[in-house]
Nanobody
Framework: VQLQASGGGLVQAGDSLRLSCAAS????????MAWFRRAPGKEREFVAR????????VYADPVKGRFTISSDDAKNTVYLQMNSLKPEDTAIYYC?????????????????????WGQGTLVTVSS
């Protein structure tokens, strides 16, 4: 499995960005995809999760109402639309894939339990 994340960049507070994560290497039917991020000096944290094919989504509280995770099954790609960006959103954003991500996303299990990670894409939000 390969995950290729892209779309990061330098923006100003209030701007928008859309991240993409192109997945390949297997059939992802009913798998879960998620975005995590790691801000400077902080632990990696959950951002948003989507269940492939079903489209059900979950968001971390800091991004609710501003970020939207979606998937294009035909392209095997997951997106993270980020609106109203804040300086505290500055981080490296990683996409993740596994058959079940609930416990990692909830924080019960460590990120090292995730089967597949993308390489990360840097988002910098200036004030």
């Amino acid at each position: 499995v390969q995950l290729q994340a892209s779309g990061g960049g330098l923006v100003q507070a209030g701007d928008s960005l859309r991240l993409s994560c192109a997945a390949s290497g297997r059939t992802f039917s009913n798998w879960e995809m998620a975005w995590f991020r790691r801000a400077p000096g902080k632990e990696r944290e959950f951002v948003a999760r989507i269940t492939w094919n079903l489209g059900s989504t979950v968001y971390a509280d800091p991004v609710k109402g501003r970020f939207t995770i979606s998937s294009d099954d035909a392209k095997n790609t997951v997106y993270l639309q980020m609106n109203s960006l804040k300086p505290e959103d500055t981080a490296i954003y990683y996409c993740a894939a596994d058959s079940f991500l609930y416990y990692v996303c909830s924080g019960r299990d460590p990120p090292s339990d995730v089967a597949h990670w993308g390489q990360g894409t840097l988002v910098t939000v200036s004030s």
